[in-house]
């Protein structure tokens, strides 16, 4: 039985979908694969790619971490941000990027300096996914 898997964000739900034969994920410790009837578990997400496989498609996600939960035939995802991989603005995250490399040049406080390292983190693992798509799929970059 194929699984079912729900990714959560605290604004909205992105996804909730049936039929998946596979998920990959970026776990702490390294990227998690499941497939259905897998043992249930919880651990958090890092920053990263997050793949549904549904017969010959991929659904490509980015999160930004957050908890990953498996049950025995339902993964949830309960991230701090996520995206479709095909709805990444790559010139907002252009943007998103320098404003962060900027704001850590500045230094102004260590709570900004934290800051805008996450930010920059965030838009790195946008730009990464973006191009990993446009390789897979043979697209021009917008």
């Given at each position: 039985m194929p699984l079912t898997v729900e990714i959560v964000t605290v604004e909205r739900?992105?996804?909730?979908?049936?039929?998946?034969d596979e998920v990959i994920a970026p776990g702490i410790d390294g990227q998690l694969a499941v497939l259905?009837?897998?043992?249930?578990?919880?651990?958090?997400?890092?920053?990263?790619?997050?793949?549904?496989k549904k017969g010959a498609e991929e659904h490509v996600f980015?999160?930004?971490g957050g908890f990953f939960e498996v049950l025995k035939d339902k993964v949830v995802?309960?991230?701090?941000?996520?995206?479709?991989?095909?709805?990444?603005d790559v010139t907002r995250a252009e943007e998103a990027r320098e404003r962060a490399r900027l704001a850590i040049e500045?230094?102004?406080?260590?709570?900004?300096?934290?800051?805008?390292?996450?930010?920059?983190?965030?838009?790195?693992?946008r730009l990464r996914i973006a191009d990993n798509r446009r390789r897979r799929t043979g697209q021009v970059r917008r």
């Open positions: 739900k992105v996804l909730e979908e049936s039929g998946i259905p009837q897998h043992a249930a578990f919880m651990t958090m997400l890092a920053p990263g790619e997050l793949i549904l980015v999160v930004t995802v309960l991230a701090d941000a996520a995206e479709r991989a095909d709805e990444i500045r230094r102004e406080s260590t709570e900004d300096l934290a800051l805008a390292a996450a930010a920059l983190q965030r838009a790195m693992i």
